[in-house]
């Protein structure tokens, strides 16, 4: 069965700064795909970044970045100059054989 | 821009009484996926739809909870007698096969 964990339930994050989020995944699968969702309170789900697991350049979007390290099952995401609108749950989700399992979220604050 | 389409957006019903939420996937997509979703936690799959086949629905409480997709587009998931654990926020999401979800804005449910 596919797992995707998420280590940290909160994280708090002054703004401008930069914060990570980490994900680790459970797999026996060669070809897959990873994402970061974002929903923000009472808010829909909406993606932030995906990154393919044949590619082995990390995925970019804006001040968005991820680390996809494929030997160790990890996919962190980075936020650059944070600023108030960050603030939301995060999900990792990862998508093998058309099955898509997210992580249990990681509420990141974002202090002004 | 194409958007999944849900409704209701909030919903009170008394324990035991029947519910239904509907969801309008975007144009195109075959897959149709239902989440159920506590506060504070990453979205659970229920029900998952290839066109109108169910591929997954080994999370699914049958004896109280149904889902149908006829035609293969749109879909409505169903909760009869609907209990005070049910209450949580349902996501219809849909995508092509293998690439990322795109979520509705959800179904707020509260049994009292």
């Known amino acids: 069965a596919q797992t995707v964990t998420q280590s940290q339930p909160e994280m708090s994050v002054q703004e401008a700064e930069t914060v990570t989020l980490s994900c680790t995944y459970d797999t026996s699968e060669s070809d897959y795909y990873l994402f970061w969702y974002k929903q923000p309170p009472s808010r829909q789900m909406i993606l932030v970044i995906r990154q393919e697991a044949y590619k082995q350049q990390n995925a970019t979007e804006n001040r968005f970045s991820v680390n996809f390290q494929k030997a160790a099952k990890s996919f962190s995401l980075k936020i650059s100059d944070s600023q108030l609108g960050d603030a939301a749950m995060y999900f990792c989700?990862?998508?093998?054989?058309?099955?898509?399992?997210f992580g249990g979220g990681t509420r990141l604050m974002v202090k002004p | 821009e194409a958007e999944v389409a849900q409704s209701p957006r909030y919903k009170i019903t008394e324990k035991s009484q029947a519910v239904a939420f509907w969801c309008d996937p975007i144009?195109?997509?075959?897959?149709l996926y239902w989440y159920r979703q506590i506060l504070g936690q990453g979205p659970e799959l229920l029900v998952q739809f290839q066109d109108e086949s169910v591929v997954d629905d080994s999370q699914l409480p049958k004896d109280r909870f149904s889902a149908e997709r006829l035609k293969g587009v749109d879909s409505t998931l169903k909760i009869q007698p609907a209990e005070l654990g049910d209450s949580a926020m349902y996501l219809c999401?849909?995508?092509?096969?293998?690439?990322?979800?795109?979520f509705g804005q959800g179904t707020r449910l509260t049994v009292v």
């Open positions: 999401a849909s995508s092509f096969v293998n690439t990322e979800a795109f």
């Open positions: 989700a990862y998508n093998a054989g058309n099955m898509l399992t």
């Open positions: 144009s195109g997509h075959a897959t």
